[in-house]
T-cell receptor, first 117, second 114 residues
Framework: ETGVTQSPTHLIKTRGQQVTLRCSSQ?????VSWYQQALGQGPQFIFQ???????GRGNFPPRFSGLQFPNYSSELNVNALELDDSALYLC????????????????FGEGSWLTVV | DAKTTQPPSMDCAEGRAANLPCNHS???????VYWYRQIHSQGPQYIIH???NNETNEMASLIITEDRKSSTLILPHATLRDTAVYYC???????????????FGKGTKLSVKP
């Protein structure tokens, strides 16, 4: 148990629709990152939120967006879903101190499986 | 791109030590070596990390060479439940933003056999 919880665990959407995935970070952590893992691949970094602002982004288009709330929980929103968006979406939490990691560990949730048909 | 190289697969007999190698020849002085594993359809599980000294915890030991260009993760007594994909990752520390995040490669699929 990492204390990082995600919902929903599985969902099916139709191409063109929008989806919102949710994440609660581990107690004491102030930073949330999102990763996408396609079948047979390693997780790919989407973006990170710190102090309710995006604080780093990977190579993903703007239709991938997010939010972080004052309690450090986070949402991942994906608009105009495409078939290739079918994947496991992972949330990870960590602690930034003064904006720096200082070697702290990143802990992952169990993920949300998204299927786009 | 991932900065590490790992064998795609390894087998290990149950009860024996599993030694998983990782090459990170371009590692920088401010990068730690992290190991995660992922059991099928679950989120990655943190195992251990280190900078330059060998590290040990309740799950595993991490041996880093003196030049820091390679490392070995050791599971001392592998069980069937250790069957998973193991990822070796180098990660910048003391830095915020995307450079502090994890860049996963394809990892090593470890199969522990009875």
């Amino acid at each position: 148990e990492t204390g990082v919880t995600q919902s929903p665990t599985h969902l099916i959407k139709t191409r063109g629709q929008q989806v919102t995935l949710r994440c609660s970070s581990q107690s004491g952590h102030n930073t949330v990152s999102w990763y996408q893992q396609a079948l047979g691949q390693g997780p790919q970094f989407i973006f990170q939120y710190y102090r309710e602002e995006e604080n780093g982004r990977g190579n993903f288009p703007p239709r991938f967006s997010g939010l972080q709330f004052p309690n450090y929980s986070s949402e991942l929103n994906v608009n105009a879903l495409e078939l290739d968006d079918s994947a496991l979406y992972l949330c990870a939490s960590s602690l930034l101190v003064g904006g720096r990691y200082s070697g702290n560990t990143i802990y992952f949730g169990e993920g949300s499986w998204l299927t786009v048909v | 791109d991932a900065k590490t190289t790992q064998p795609p697969s390894m087998d290990c007999a149950e009860g024996r030590a599993a030694n998983l190698p990782c090459n990170h020849s371009t590692i920088s002085g401010n990068e730690y070596v992290y190991w995660y594993r992922q059991i099928h359809s679950q989120g990655p599980q943190y195992i251990i990390h280190g900078l330059k000294n060998n590290e040990t915890n309740e799950m595993a030991s991490l041996i880093i060479t003196e030049d820091r260009k390679s490392s070995t993760l050791i599971l001392p007594h592998a069980t069937l439940r250790d069957t998973a994909v193991y990822y070796c990752i180098v990660r910048v520390v003391n830095y915020g933003g995307s450079q502090g995040n994890l860049i996963f490669g394809k990892g090593t699929k470890l199969s522990v056999k009875p």
